[in-house]
């Protein structure tokens, strides 16, 4: 009975926005979104969690006032709308519920894009085609007009196309202009109208393809060919502070940015999952910030550029509420409802948080100001709710480490995957152990010392030690034991290493397979049982057999393209020989990984590099030995190897491409096989 209320208020919505309402209640009772609604883990992954916001609302009209393709709007603490009506090139006023106030700008607007209204009532209107800003008063008298500024450093060819403007507490307009790449325009009211210079200026980052090729054209190439310029923003944003948030489309993981006094983007680093086309963007109530995606898609995040929800997306063509065509700005209000503006539809669609977001928001706000204790409260209330929220267990986590409970704070980091935050748990925890822990230790080191020091001597007077050096030797003497110990004077004495593998058989398969054996193990074990700083994978998930088949495939893979290379150049080697060869290279593997694991579970971010010296110090000796492997073993120069390395490499491109197109074949040939075997089933069948 309650799933059939909903659907008829749900229908009656439907129709009430055919027959165009100023504003149709969408949710009032909450009905199902159709959308769902996503955050990002600490590893990466997209989640679905809890819807945040719900439909609630949908603005088609202003009183009797049809909007044609609105690009822009604003609301204002009195609790008014001010929408840009581009299409008939004038400002419509509403209130809350879509009754209107008065409209301006007729006349005087060309193609206005961009508005933006200051506490005091002046609303500022972008003109595009106008090529000027104009100002009206809360009346909607025209009181101020700037127009391109005249000033060198403006740029006498640079055209002034205003689209979208904010203005700061002292009056100062930043504007963002069509095609001026030079950044985000400055001026001032002083004097009627001071040029004060670019802000923010996005920067380029040419990939290194880009810079050889550049470096390899001639000057006449490089002339014709398209510069390395910076985009130009796509809207902005202004908070109370007077800090400037940006979107960019195409600056990929940078599309969003926070923007200090300086021009400095203030949020460190990549988001979590930035938007590749964003339309525009708004500041929240507690200190969160929300983009909204052309295609509809709404994002939240943290003012440090944490994703906390995504949800929305884009309509079918069924105008289904919630869902979106094109959207071209959003605002919040004081209550946190969100108001999204579709150019297409031409309507404004509003959506309401739910207890979830709403308690959220409150940990959010108050673990902002550095008010931990209280925000315990509200984060756990939302643990109750979904216990494996990240944000909510990052935020408990931090808390309970001002309250100095380490051992709770790094379960919650772990939860949440906030390395930072466990590392400053794990530290204390550390430190505090050292303190305790201290003295015994010391005492127990000592100890081991002067027993080494008394076996020693005892041994060296009574040959205590004897029986032992008898057995080692005896074990020693072994031929497979022999064969295995070989790897530790191949990885120090690589050339007489060669020499013994190629010309005195001191190895054979069996021992390069037991090494490949305990490659495979420590890999498998390093990855996930290894510390939670060096962690790469989602707790809980194994992928062994996939590890394993990744590891002899790419053995199999490197040595059989290296040997037919080889082979074809003249080389001297056998198929077991470098085998054997790039087996036992891989020593530093065997023998850092132990040391790399065991530090993983002790060090804090501030040691972290050890590890990373280490791995990388491991990677080149490891290349070393190989270089020198191939060379040795086929009797190469080194310009010999350099490019058989290059054409093995070369080969396992080839190999693996080949391997694709047979694998794409044999499923197209699968999917034919069984859509023929299905039809013969279903006449058979009838």
């Excluded at 909007?67 to 709308?81: E, H, N, R």
């Excluded at 949440?416 to 305790?436: M, Q």
Aim: hydrophobic content about 45%; some cysteine; proline content about 3%.
């Amino acid at each position: 009975m309650k799933k059939t209320f909903k659907k008829l208020l749900f229908s009656l919505s439907a129709v009430l926005l055919a027959a165009g309402m100023a504003v149709t209640p969408a949710a009032e009772v909450y009905a199902d979104s159709p959308y769902r609604t996503y955050t990002v883990d600490g590893y990466g992954y997209v989640t679905e969690t809890q819807t945040a916001y719900l439909p609630y609302a949908t603005i088609t009209k202003v009183g009797e006032e049809t909007l044609v393709g609105p690009t822009d709007f604003m609301l204002t603490d009195d609790g008014q709308i001010y929408i840009l009506d581009s299409g008939n090139a004038r400002v419509v006023v509403s209130d809350m519920e879509g009754n209107l106030i008065r409209t301006f700008g007729e006349g005087t607007l060309v193609n206005p894009r961009g508005l933006y209204v200051t506490g005091n009532g002046i609303c500022y209107v972008a003109d595009r085609d106008a090529r000027s800003i104009f100002l009206f008063d809360g009346e909607g008298e025209l009181i101020q007009t700037y127009g391109k500024p005249d000033h060198p450093l403006y740029g006498s060819t640079q055209d002034f196309l205003p689209l979208k403007i904010v203005v700061n507490e002292a009056g100062t307009m930043y504007i963002i202009c069509e095609s001026n790449t030079n950044g985000i325009v400055q001026i001032s009211p002083v004097e009627g109208g001071t040029f004060l210079g670019y802000f923010g200026t996005n920067g380029t980052d040419p990939s290194l393809w880009n810079i050889v090729w550049r470096a390899i054209q001639t000057d006449a190439q490089r002339a014709k060919s398209q510069a390395n310029i910076p985009s130009t923003p796509d809207n902005m944003a202004i908070d109370e502070k007077g800090l400037i948030y940006t979107v960019t489309r195409g600056e990929q993981e940078k599309t969003l940015k926070r923007l200090n006094i300086a021009g400095t983007d203030m949020i460190d680093g990549a988001a979590d999952a930035y938007e590749d086309t964003p339309a525009a963007v708004a500041v929240g109530n507690h200190d969160n910030i929300f983009v909204a995606s052309t295609q509809g898609y709404i994002y939240e995040y943290t003012n440090e550029g944490e994703l906390l929800f995504v949800f929305g997306g884009s309509d079918d063509g069924q105008q289904r509420i919630g869902l979106s065509t094109k959207l071209e700005a959003i605002q919040i209000d004081n209550e946190d409802r969100i108001y999204v503006l579709d150019s297409d539809n031409a309507w404004i669609q509003i959506y309401e948080p739910t207890e979830f977001t709403g308690l959220l928001h409150d940990a959010l706000y108050l673990f902002s100001k550095g008010r931990y204790t209280e925000s315990k409260e509200p984060l756990t209330e939302v643990l109750k709710m979904n216990n494996l929220f990240d944000y909510a267990n990052m935020a408990m986590g931090r808390a309970l480490i001002q309250e100095e409970d380490y051992d709770n704070a790094i379960v919650y980091a772990k939860l949440a995957k906030d390395f930072e935050g466990y590392s400053d748990a794990f530290w204390e925890i550390r430190n505090n152990w050292l303190k305790r822990n201290l003295v015994t230790v010391i005492l127990i080191v000592a100890a081991l010392w002067i027993l080494v020091k008394v076996v020693k001597v005892l041994d060296k007077k009574k040959g205590i030690l004897k029986p032992v050096r008898a057995a080692l030797h005896r074990v020693g003497e072994v031929r497979l034991i022999r064969q295995l110990r070989y790897m530790f004077y191949f990885m120090r004495h690589p050339l007489d290493g060669c020499y013994g593998i190629k010309r005195q058989e001191r190895v054979s398969m069996g021992s390069a397979n037991i090494m490949v054996c305990l490659i495979i193990l420590f890999y498998i074990i390093n990855k996930y049982f290894c510390g939670f700083l060096m962690k790469t994978v989602r707790e809980g998930s194994y992928d062994i057999v996939s590890d394993i088949g990744l590891i002899v495939i790419a053995l199999v893979l490197v040595t059989g393209c290296n040997y037919l290379v080889c082979t074809i150049n003249d080389g001297e080697g056998k198929l077991k020989h470098i085998y054997c060869s790039f087996v036992y290279s891989l020593t530093p593997y065997l023998v850092f990984t132990p040391i790399i694991f065991l530090l993983s579970h002790v060090v804090t971010d501030n040691e972290v590099f050890f590890i990373e010296f280490a791995q990388l110090f491991m990677l080149v000796w490891i290349a070393v030995l190989v270089f020198i492997s191939i060379r040795e073993i086929n009797n190469y120069t080194i310009k010999e190897t350099v490019k058989i390395i290059f054409l093995t490499v070369f080969t396992i491109l080839i190999a693996l491409l080949l391997a694709f197109i047979i694998y794409v074949l044999w499923s197209q040939v699968f999917d034919f096989i069984h859509s023929i075997f299905g039809e013969v089933v279903y006449k058979l069948g009838n």
